[in-house]
């Protein structure tokens, strides 16, 4: 299964909403994870089960999406969400596929 | 606190072996099954291999199958890969990474601060 992530780049203000795409090569249920990286540090779990928010995730994140299409929003951008977001299907056991990313310039 | 520390990445040449190794505190090691995740420079993560909790299931992506070995020690609390026939294309940043729900293989809800692997002559 390829993950195939939009935009690659998305500059946005603080404040605005920013709503990031992942699609399926085959459906994948509601199997998708989404996770943040900054630079120099591991992944970081935000979402799971395409829409269930980790512990200490801010309710500024939204998961949504089943079978192909996810997305994952941020609203009320803050400048500490810069970063990179990858999604994860993880329905193909055993093989678990990322997107190549999705990087997020807050100025 | 989950904790997860990577160690035994270098430079290495093409053709050269490592093995990386993993120590896991903070949670039961013995309950859950691990896998490691790799991120290549400016790339996103790919994931490698995984482990079932007792050891007796392991999993390859394609790209490492016959060359990487994964294995763990449960009274160590420890995760191993032992990579042989690197080529240049294994460089990368190496994870450890723990699946969120004991004795499943679902998604990964913590991952090590990872240890550079570089192949290059």
């Known amino acids: 299964i390829v993950m195939t992530q939009s935009p690659a780049t998305l500059s946005v203000s603080p404040g605005e909403r920013a709503t990031l795409s992942c699609r399926a090569s085959?459906?994948?249920?509601?199997?998708v994870a989404w996770y943040q990286q900054k630079p120099g540090q591991a992944p970081r779990l935000l979402v799971f089960?395409?829409?269930a928010r980790a512990t200490g995730t801010p309710a500024r994140f939204s998961g949504s999406g089943f079978g192909t299409d996810f997305t994952l929003t941020i609203s009320g951008l803050q400048p500490e969400d810069s970063a990179f977001y990858y999604c994860l299907q993880y329905n193909n056991w055993p093989t678990w596929t990322f997107g190549q990313g999705s990087r997020v310039e807050v100025k | 606190e989950v904790q997860l520390v990577e160690s035994g990445g270098g430079l290495v040449q093409p053709g050269g072996s490592l093995r990386l190794s993993c120590v896991a505190s903070g949670f039961t090691f013995t309950a859950y099954a691990m896998s490691w995740v790799r991120q290549a420079p400016g790339k996103g993560p790919e994931w490698v291999s995984g482990s079932s909790v007792s050891g007796d299931r392991t999993y390859y992506a394609d790209s490492v199958k016959g060359r990487f070995s994964i294995s763990r020690d449960n009274s160590k609390n420890t995760l191993y890969l032992q990579m042989n026939s690197l080529r240049a294309e294994d460089t990368a940043v190496y994870y450890c990474?723990?699946?969120?729900?004991?004795?499943?293989?679902?998604?990964?809800?913590?991952w090590g601060q990872g240890t550079l692997v570089t192949v290059s002559s």
């Open positions: 085959r459906t994948v249920s509601h199997r």
């Open positions: 089960g395409a829409s």
């Open positions: 990474a723990k699946y969120a729900e004991s004795s499943t293989w679902d998604y990964f809800d913590f």
